[in-house]
């Protein structure tokens, strides 16, 4: 009951803010369907990261190239093993990876956000 209800409310939540995952969704709405197009959302969400940082390193002044790397370093760490800690209760079972990645997609979706602060 309980992995059924953390299921509803991560897709619920895919379904309203992740406009691709929700299109993948509504086109095959199979079980195994759902962690594709989580993948395919995840995937979208880290190629724009990865461009968006090359952006704001090439428009950071030199001294400060250094402290992005590191930042951006201790940010992947941070959210891999949030998101670890987020799939805990459900380790070994069905709903670890929804969790894991339904977290690294809400995670890497906000560090997005917070590297646009970066450019002009």
């Not at 989580?38 to 402290?67: G, T």
């Not at 890497?108 to 602060?117: G, I, N, W």
Request: charged share 25%.
């Amino acid at each position: 009951m309980r992995v059924a209800l953390l299921m509803l409310l991560l897709l619920n939540l895919l379904m309203s803010q992740e406009p691709n995952f929700k299109k993948c969704y509504e086109n095959n709405p199979a079980t195994n369907n759902w962690m594709q197009c989580a993948y395919s959302e995840y995937d979208y969400w880290d190629k724009k990261l990865n461009s968006l940082y090359r952006q704001v390193k090439n428009k950071l002044p030199k001294e400060e190239i250094h402290n992005l790397v590191t930042a951006q370093r201790a940010w992947i760490k941070f959210r891999d093993t949030e998101c670890y800690l987020e799939a805990y209760e459900m380790r070994g079972g069905s709903a670890e990876k929804q969790l894991n990645i339904g977290c690294k997609i809400s995670m890497t979706e906000k560090r997005v956000k917070e590297l646009y602060s970066f450019l002009p």
